[in-house]
């Protein structure tokens, strides 16, 4: 329309340097364009889509544009689970062709503690839920309760001690003081690792949860308009964060 007034578009990228590469490419092309650009803190998106708009942002048009990375990861997640939005798929799932949103990645059954309440993270990158089931289910994917974190802990500190004291600038020093000690130390060292070793053949074999794929969109729409238990226990994790889970 004519009297209609012109639209503006607000371009959230999740990546700093997809929205780079955009102004390079297109942007900086576009003489008509005038664009401003900034950051802003996902706080803020959150109150933009949760809550009313103010009057200055009545006619602007919004847009959060996914990290590609990160689309790339959800293609893969997607084909190899099959699942995806929460549902289910499995063998006979279609393969998927496009996403709805901005990704968003969840592995059944990983929660994490925040004060005496158990949350549910759901990730923005893919690497971040990776480092979190690492922490969890270990490299062996296998639980790793806290005595087997110690203890591996506790080995690597033997292990630089012992490299640490086979480079000393006096050889005469560590053959007649230092080496008998040295010995025993990788003596037990040895015999703690069998015990570890015989330890983790006992658990029972447990696979790592399925990854699953979702809309970060879809997530807020839920929370907006589907009150209860499930929705409140929402944590959304960033990239660039590490934690550790349960």
Do not use: C
């Not at 490299?139 to 480079?167: G, I, M, N, S």
């Not at 040895?190 to 997530?219: I, M, T, W």
């Amino acid at each position: 329309d004519k009297g209609a007034a012109p639209k503006s578009m607000l371009m959230l990228f999740m990546s700093a340097n997809d929205a780079k590469n955009f102004k390079d490419d297109v942007v900086d092309k576009q003489t008509m364009l005038k664009p401003i650009i900034g950051t802003l803190f996902m706080d803020k998106v959150f109150k933009l889509h949760m809550q009313a708009r103010p009057k200055e942002l009545e006619n602007v048009a919004l847009r959060l544009m996914p990290d590609r990375k990160q689309v790339a990861h959800a293609f893969e997640a997607y084909n190899e689970s099959g699942v995806g939005n929460g549902g289910h798929g499995g063998a006979n799932a279609k393969p998927l062709r496009a996403l709805p949103g901005v990704p968003v990645f969840q592995a059944e059954g990983l929660t994490m503690r925040s004060g005496d309440k158990t949350m549910i993270p759901l990730f923005f990158g893919k690497e971040e839920l990776d480092f979190a089931l690492e922490q969890a289910f270990g490299k062996d994917k296998l639980p790793v309760t806290p005595a087997v974190a110690y203890k591996r802990q506790w080995f690597a500190r033997q292990k630089e001690r012992v490299k640490e004291v086979a480079k000393s600038p006096f050889p005469f020093l560590y053959q007649s003081i230092w080496k008998e000690d040295d010995d025993k130390a990788k003596q037990r060292l040895k015999e703690l690792e069998n015990k570890q070793q015989a330890l983790v053949a006992k658990q029972p074999s447990v696979s790592r949860p399925r990854v699953q794929v979702g809309s970060f969109e879809d997530v807020l729409f839920r929370m907006l308009y589907e009150k209860g238990k499930e929705w409140d226990n929402v944590m959304f994790i960033p990239q660039g964060v590490s934690l550790v889970t349960k």
